[in-house]
């Protein structure tokens, strides 16, 4: 074990640090064509299909591996916030709802690639097997204590921040995630609520009220989001109108 360490850092000092990926100017930013009622259909159809065999514990169609660690995600979800970081180039995403970690290892690893930006990400389980990563840190916690939302905004300190709101999907607590983080947000950012697919849109109707109802309601009362449409161009996200673009 110590020799295959000693070659690491032979080889590693010999080729140098991993060079970064180059970043282009192209991305899918214009208004995607409307959806005939028969395509809705078939989209939520196949949402549903989707949905339910990850629930019912048979399949793995939200069971992600990134680098070995477990990400409940939908990929085309994760292939949206990739597009969003190097896009818009926050300096923070703030993330609640840590889980396994593998989500912020994974955006953790894009700021790697593009040289720039942190991933603060807060949960109420402490899990030391979560990956290590200078780009992360970990947070202990409820993500609607004040004492951790305050610590948040001192860690941020005023710098552009995409927060990601994926803890307990309670309509009540999702809502005081929004009103407690939505300022993080600069203008033109994003606050990204998830799994606002459950309670019937368009799945798992069963749930009972949670992140649409806690969406609806916020948006109901504040004009400074809107909802972002071209992020769901995929047609299968687990966040329908979730993705929220700061406009005033």
Known sequence: MKEVILLRRIFGSILGSPKRAPVGTFFAERK????????????????????RRWLSGDADTINLSWFGFRVLKCPMDLWVYQELIVRMRPD???????????????????FDQIGHGRVISVD?????????????????????????????????????????????????????????????????G???????NVNGHPTFPEYGPGPMEALDR????????????RCERFMMTLNPRGYLRRVI
């Open 32 to 51: 995607q064509p409307q959806l005939s009622p028969d395509q809705v259909s078939l989209v939520n159809q196949f949402h549903d299909l989707y949905y």
């Open 92 to 110: 923070v995403v703030v993330e609640t709802g840590t889980f396994d970690g593998g989500s912020a290892l994974f955006m953790a690893m894009i």
């Open 124 to 188: 109420i389980e402490d899990k030391p097997e979560r990956p290590q990563h200078p780009r992360i840190r970990y947070i202990t916690g409820s993500s609607t204590d004040p004492a951790i939302v305050a610590d948040v905004y001192k860690d941020v300190g005023g710098r552009p921040a995409m927060v990601i709101l994926d803890s307990d999907h309670s309509a009540g607590h999702v809502y005081n995630e929004i009103l407690a983080y939505q300022k993080l947000v600069p203008l033109a």
């Open 190 to 196: 994003y606050l990204i609520v998830e799994d606002t």
């Open 218 to 229: 916020f948006l109901g009362e504040s004009k400074e989001f809107e909802i972002d449409e």
